[in-house]
């Protein structure tokens, strides 16, 4: 499948690691498995889906699960776009992601479901230049080129960016590139400004003084992260659903009074200094949405259809088909 657009292809180390996660778990390579074996639920995280790893950590989901008569099991993923192949194979029931990856997932025939959203993070993405860059606003970026990876939230901030400045995506040149390479060409001026996410919008804030001509705040855009279920599990284990979803907004309620210590546990995940990753925190929202309401799925059918415009995913899709109840959400 060609849906994870704009992020890096795996590599072959990172494909392993992924392979022997899953084989160690007792499954195959992303191959067809039925959903939640045994009492089992297999979960997927990425390491900077910081809330799961709270959850991780204190070992809140064994506990809350087990009484279900539940067994937790923890898949670790790089990226969106993996971890939804994994669901869409069968090799996990749930997981974490922004907002893009299951746009590509459902446009590429996904049976998921959106469980829950959060509350919105529009202040956790931005697009940046460096302090003596004489850009000063979004207008400014006609001509110029701009680093962004491809189908991310990034990409829709910066299309979004460009419109309200009565500009078009034609009117600046699009550089698409994964975050590693993004930065180099950044700070070494082969680009002129740069649309990226915390925590690397926040490090390169740190590490080279950049600033931001505009966030998701200022285009309107929530930035959220999803929380999304094979169906068969989603309709299989209401009880065990509903568990996930009350710890993940107590986990949320416990970061939020917590900021240093979740900075902490994900620096010792990625290597990211504690106060950059605290500044991240400090600036996202906290808690779960109480439902995925009919204006949450018109947000990402906006987000649906821009990609769809752009060329990046090949036909239209009907984002209220991925809830639990498609018919009367469509109709919402």
Request: charge should be negative; charged fraction near 15%; aromatic fraction near 8%.
């Amino acid at each position: 499948m060609n849906w994870e657009l704009g992020y890096r292809r795996l590599s072959r180390r990172t494909f392993l690691a992924t392979s022997m996660a899953l084989t160690a778990l007792g499954v195959s390579e992303l191959g067809p498995q039925a959903t939640a074996q045994g009492g089992g639920i297999r979960l997927g995280f990425q390491k900077f889906s910081t809330t799961l790893l709270v959850l991780k950590a204190q070992q809140v989901l064994e506990d809350r699960l087990g009484a279900l008569g539940y067994t937790v099991s923890w898949v670790e993923f790089p990226a969106g776009p993996p971890l939804l192949e994994a669901l869409n194979a069968g090799s996990i029931d749930f997981g974490a992601t922004g907002a893009p990856p299951p746009v590509f997932a459902q446009a590429a025939g996904t049976d998921l479901v959106y469980a829950f959203a959060s509350k919105p993070s529009p202040q956790n993405e931005g697009i940046l230049v460096l302090g003596d860059s004489a850009i000063s606003n979004v207008v400014d970026l006609a001509g110029k080129k701009v680093a962004v990876a491809k189908g991310s939230n990034a990409h829709a901030l910066l299309v979004g960016a460009l419109q309200g400045a009565g500009l078009a995506p034609e009117d600046i040149q699009f550089v698409f590139l994964a975050p590693a390479d993004a930065k180099p060409a950044f700070t070494g001026g082969n680009v002129e400004a740069w649309s990226i996410w915390d925590p690397y919008y926040a490090l390169e804030q740190d590490d080279s003084g950049a600033h931001s001509i505009a966030t998701a705040e200022d285009v309107g855009q929530p930035n959220r992260t999803f929380y999304l279920a094979a169906r068969p599990f989603a309709t299989e284990n209401p009880k065990a659903l509903a568990a996930l979803g009350a710890a993940i907004d107590d986990a949320e309620t416990w970061s939020a009074a917590h900021a240093a210590d979740v900075a902490k546990l994900v620096s010792t995940e990625t290597g990211i200094a504690e106060a950059t990753l605290l500044k991240a925190e400090e600036r996202r929202g906290f808690g779960l949405e109480p439902a995925v309401t009919a204006d949450i799925i018109v947000e990402q059918q906006e987000l649906a259809d821009l990609f769809q415009s752009l060329g990046l995913i090949p036909k239209p899709i009907e984002v209220a088909q991925a809830t639990l109840s498609p018919a009367s959400s469509a109709g919402s």
